[in-house]
T-cell receptor
């Protein structure tokens, strides 16, 4: 079955540590995205990538980094510079055709907690 | 910057009744899509309905329909014959050719 897989589902991080959240898709989508969701709030864009080896900062990129070495994979690293990393992280992908993204497909999310 | 606004943080509806969730957006794009996503307690994001801006006819998917007013930049979701399983967070979203912009969400409760 095609889809987006995020791992792990739950992640605990000590203060000062970097952690990497995995996102893999087998939908053959060109575009991939990372969003952050805080309790009771909407989704805020961290980074996005329209093609391999290229990515752009979203609205809240500070303290995060990404790579896009393969079409299928878009890992997110939460660095120690992120002051309040405890949140729910969602990865998504979409077909990007003629400059229009027709639908975002989401993974099941990773809940990151700083301990 | 593109924005999406949902003015109703919480809504409730009686089972089998109809409820309308509001959404307004701002975009400078000429062709774009608008979406309603549902997020149940599992937190999985599920696409409810999609509207392409150049299509004048309002989209419908079974009990879900939209009222798309392009000039007013309004995109409301109507849920008919509400069911207990409809209880969730609902997010309105638009796409700008680069990424998706989401509103803050409306929490819908369905009362038995």
């Amino acid at each position: 079955d095609g889809g987006i897989t995020q791992s792990p589902k739950y992640l605990f991080r000590k203060e000062g540590q970097n952690v990497t959240l995995s996102c893999e898709q087998n939908l053959n989508h060109d575009a991939m995205y990372w969003y952050r969701q805080d309790p009771g709030q909407g989704l805020r864009l961290i980074y996005y990538s329209q093609i391999v080896n290229d990515f752009q900062k979203g609205d809240i990129a500070e303290g995060y980094s990404v790579s896009r070495e393969k079409k299928e994979s878009f890992p997110l690293t939460v660095t120690s510079a992120q002051k309040n990393p405890t949140a729910f992280y969602l990865c998504a992908s979409s077909i990007a055709a003629a400059g229009v993204n027709t639908e975002a497909f989401f993974g099941q999310g990773t809940r990151l907690t700083v301990v | 910057a593109q924005t999406v606004t949902q003015s109703q943080p919480e809504m409730s509806v009686q089972e089998a009744e109809t409820v309308t969730l509001s959404c307004t957006y701002d975009t400078s794009e000429s062709d774009y899509y608008l979406f309603w996503y549902k997020q149940p307690p599992s937190r999985q994001m599920i696409l409810v309905i999609r509207q392409e801006a150049y299509k004048q006819q309002n989209a419908t998917e079974n009990r879900f329909s939209v009222n798309f007013q392009k000039a007013a930049k309004s995109f409301s979701l109507k849920i008919s014959d509400s069911q207990l399983g409809d209880a969730a967070m609902y997010f309105c979203a638009s796409e700008n050719g680069q990424n998706f912009v989401f509103g803050p969400g409306t929490r819908l409760s369905v009362l038995p």
